[in-house]
């Protein structure tokens, strides 16, 4: 084997120790903000880390299913102290095997956990057995517990439009860091960027909860209409037009529906769903637009730009740059 490939091989096991490490981590219930920003700063500096972690976590569901069939409560409970840094250090020379007896060791007795997410661009729906249906945005990650006694999602980013089927004895759940949105029978959507979490609601209401300066947390009952914009240590809410709604949920057809922006907000919103990146340029920022797109037709966007608002268009590399 040449120093090369060696050296390739031994970083992959290490990217596969790391991602056993964040499910430790993620799962042990002891996960706050600071947590979520740095899993995030992990995942986005290479692709490699996003297949990694969610590979450990597919390992970690299979294994769920299997391992109660081999080893009692008790004597997983009791072993679980030692067995995980064994594990990270047999992962370092059998990575595939080590993330399996990391995953069986440390969560047989845990309710199961499920991850979907969605590549740039992509949409997926997934549908739960009690009725509830979750739809995924471009570039979304989350996570599901759902049982006889538990219904929560984890949205770590991106954006989801949730119908849930309602009951009052087993509410459904969505935390987004530190900020917990409660169903009370309700048709809402979420979107997560960083430093920042926009939940609207479409039917029903919604329970509310983020965390505030001033006190221990904020909380807001929201009905049709209503959307929550909470940022650090910051919650508004305020009301638009059942248009304005639908308009947002555009991206379930494919579509970017766009009413009258600034080119900057325009610009912000394709590259949610595209590798080919616009660029606008400073003096042409606050200029408005408004049309409606896929959400794939960069070249549409840009001739529209040049036609309806008299800008220059070019291409700087696989990037387009709007300029005067």
Known sequence: MSIASEHSLMSARDVRTRAAAWLERRVSGDWGQDDQAEFDAWLAQSPSHMTAYLRVDAAWNRTQRLAVLHRPASEAAGRSGWMFPLMLKVAAGFAALAVLGFVATNYLQRPQERTYSTPLGGRETVA??????????TNTVLRTRMTAAERTVWIDKGEAFFRVKHDAAHPFIVIAGNRRVTDLGTAFLVRR????????VMQGRVRFEAPSAQSASVTALLTPGDVATATAGTMLVTRKADTALAHELGWRRGMLILDDVTLADAVEEFNRYNREKLVVADTTADMRIGGTFRTNDVKLFARVVQDVLGLHVSNRGIDTVISR
Not at 128 to 137: A, H, K, V
């Open 128 to 137: 739960f057995s009690d009725g509830t249906r979750i739809e995924l945005n």
């Open 193 to 200: 960027d960083t430093g920042r979490l926009e939940v609207a």
